[in-house]
């Protein structure tokens, strides 16, 4: 079985490529939000120009949702993290539309928001601090018999 992995949260470091390269010998296929800052914030300009900031976040929200809504249905497991250096708000709202559609998920952060993100950890399947170890999950539970 090939398993679709999702992979959420924080853009501003290399975790998605330290799991997709350790990873490389299983199994899985991974997908993302769109990563790209400026991209991501601009997707509604496709639209037309909107005339205030909220309208313009409000756009791209809606299209980028169109990306992440479906291939959050279409994973098998999603990987969520979160930085200590921004408020992935998104991220957990992924997590939440992990949860309300009963799919699994790790959650990925440092020991240092353990109590913010009590919650969304409660609801996950595991709760990795690095990416190392989300390699080893993923290994687990897509090759052992």
């Not at 601009?42 to 929200?61: F, I, M, N, T, V």
């Not at 109590?115 to 601090?129: C, F, I, Q, S, Y």
């Amino acid at each position: 079985m090939e398993w679709n992995v999702y992979l959420s949260g924080e853009i501003h470091t290399d975790w998605r490529e330290q799991i997709i390269a350790g990873a490389e010998d299983l199994p899985v296929n991974f997908a993302s939000a769109v990563t790209d800052h400026a991209a991501s914030d601009a997707a509604g300009d496709l639209l037309r120009q909107p005339e205030s900031g909220y309208w313009r976040d409000h756009q791209s929200a809606r299209v980028n949702a169109i990306r992440t809504k479906t291939l959050i249905e279409q994973c098998d497991i999603a990987v969520v993290r979160f930085g200590d250096k921004y408020k992935q708000w998104n991220a957990a709202f992924d997590a939440g539309y992990c949860a309300a559609l009963d799919k699994p998920y790790i959650t990925l952060h440092d020991e240092s928001l353990i109590h913010a993100l009590k919650e969304v950890d409660a609801a996950a399947m595991a709760w990795a601090e690095t990416p190392k170890q989300v390699v080893e999950l993923l290994r687990y539970v897509t090759t052992k018999a």
